[in-house]
């Protein structure tokens, strides 16, 4: 039986004022920095962090707009660290939420030293790549464009290469082609990303690859399942909190409160004799005991707190604010 690899998130070290963890230094001509995964919603963005950092750390969907936080992944290798920023989905908003949403993943454009725009090459270049790109061309990071998802690119594909390479060329971007679902591509990928770092530090742990405290990952992975369990209005209108973590021996016991907006919403995730939510439930807890490498104990509550996403109080609460 295959056994899932524990994800090493910050909660694995203690950090304290009076030394907390050291870092070891690196190599000379070790390469580190900070790269911004950019692009429109549904592109693959989280997918191919995942990959790229070797664990689930970012959760995936076929819904547009999953991404809401800015999630670092670390990548460390006898050469370089490379710490992916995946932010949401560059889109028009239509809530506070999505403003605070497109609004992160402005700042991290500015806040990186490379920044990754990730294009679907299954679909010809549309006015949200050219609108992206116009954000990109005011900033003076620099920027490599990633045609994901080569996979599905029909076999004369070279018109969907080519409207991509025109805009790439008129920026003067270098583009490499991959499929974060099927890794081909991401050696190179790799590579050229490490090309452009500069020398540097080790800014995490070797063996760390996320930033986030578990609590995070634990309420993502939650959201995950709800994202790919219902349809139509709910998977937009939730947001999810941890109340409760206690750790034992044998087994760590998880409360969880999914805020929706309306009661409606609340029971098609209670569902029909409480089915939804024990499917949520279930399927919730068989990844977080991944996460985790132990048993878990996940119980799940369902509370209407109307139009959350229109209220900078309610997304302040659970965890939403315009970054520095």
């Known amino acids: ?55 689930k750390i970012a959760i995936t969907s076929p819904i547009a707009q999953t991404t809401r936080n800015r999630l670092r992944g670390i990548l460390t290798t006898p050469e370089a660290q490379l710490i992916f920023v995946d932010t949401p989905g560059i889109h028009k908003p239509h809530h506070q939420l999505g403003e605070v949403l497109v609004q992160n993943a402005k700042i991290a454009i500015e806040s990186v ?11 010809a270049c549309g006015a949200g790549d050219r ?33 991509y390479a025109q805009m790439a060329e008129s920026h003067e971007w270098k583009v490499v082609k991959f499929s974060a679902k099927t ?15 500069e020398i540097g530090p080790l800014y ?34 939730v947001a999810i909190a941890i109340d409760l973590v206690e750790e034992s021996p044998s087994i760590t016991r998880i409360l969880a409160t999914i805020n929706v907006e309306r009661d409606s919403q609340k029971g098609i995730l209670i569902g029909k004799g409480g089915g939804m939510l024990k499917a949520v439930g279930s399927a919730a807890r068989e990844q977080i005991q991944k996460l985790i490498a132990g048993k ?21 609460e659970l965890g939403y604010r315009v970054e520095e």
């Open 1 to 55: 039986m295959r056994v899932e690899p524990k994800v090493t998130s910050i909660d694995n070290y203690n950090f304290s004022l009076s030394g907390g963890v050291t870092i070891p230094q690196a190599p000379p001509e070790f390469k580190s920095g900070f790269i911004g995964i950019v692009g429109r919603p549904n592109v693959g963005k989280s997918t191919l962090m995942n990959q790229l950092v070797g664990q």
């Open 113 to 123: 030293d490379v920044v990754l725009f990730v294009v679907d090459g299954a679909v």
């Open 204 to 237: 995490y742990p070797p063996d760390l690859v996320t930033d986030q405290p578990e609590r995070f990952i634990m309420g993502e992975l939650i959201r995950e399942q709800i994202l790919l369990l219902t349809r139509e209005e709910v998977p937009h209108s």
């Open 296 to 316: 878990v104990y996940l119980e799940l509550f369902v509370k209407v707190q109307p139009k959350w996403r229109q209220s900078r109080v309610s997304l302040a």
């Open 183 to 197: 890794s081909v591509g991401l050696p190179e990928l790799q590579e050229l990303l490490i090309e452009h770092l």
């Open 131 to 163: 609108y992206i790109a116009e954000l990109l061309c005011r900033s003076k990071t620099p920027v490599i464009m990633g045609l994901n998802k080569i996979d599905q690119q029909p076999s004369d594909s070279q018109y969907l290469d080519n409207s």
